[in-house]
């Protein structure tokens, strides 16, 4: 991404930005106080069409501006702990974003067919071009 790690991070701190970054993510309905401390959550809905769960996902770790992983929520289809590494570009200025979503719970198993690895990456793929746009906001913000 061609800004900074900070302004990712912050990107991902906001957690009014997860109804438009995350695909398949309708709107946040509640925020804790305390967000984004580890063990703080936010409670969303999700889903595709009149299909919608409301669930919560919450901080496993953070560390600002290299590090954000949360165990998301969409049950009863699935949970998976998403983890988001910010590296810096000292070259071109920008972060090198590594996202990784492993599912775990009753459905985990689904993440072993190849349709689902396929329908994920490019779902994932989406969801940070959206978060790009949102971080060159908040870069945009810091200057």
């Known amino acids: 991404m061609p800004v900074a790690p900070e302004a990712v991070w912050d990107a991902l ?4 930005g997860y109804g438009y970054w995350v695909v398949g993510s309708k709107r946040i309905r509640d925020v804790d106080a305390d967000w984004p401390a580890v063990g703080s959550r936010f409670h969303h809905r999700v889903g595709v069409g ?13 560390y600002r501006p290299r590090l954000w992983r949360m165990r998301v929520k969409g049950r009863p289809a699935g949970t998976a702990l998403v983890t988001l590494e910010m590296k810096p570009r000292p070259a071109d200025g920008g972060t090198l974003v590594r996202f990784s979503e492993n599912p775990d719970g009753v459905f985990g198993w689904l993440s072993l067919n190849p349709a689902t690895h396929v329908f994920t990456l490019a779902r994932n793929a989406e969801s940070l071009a959206r978060l790009e746009e949102l971080a060159l906001i908040q870069e945009e913000r810091r200057s």
């Open 13 to 16: 701190a906001d957690p009014g």
């Open 50 to 62: 009149p299909l919608t769960i409301d669930d919560h996902s919450e901080i496993v770790e953070a």
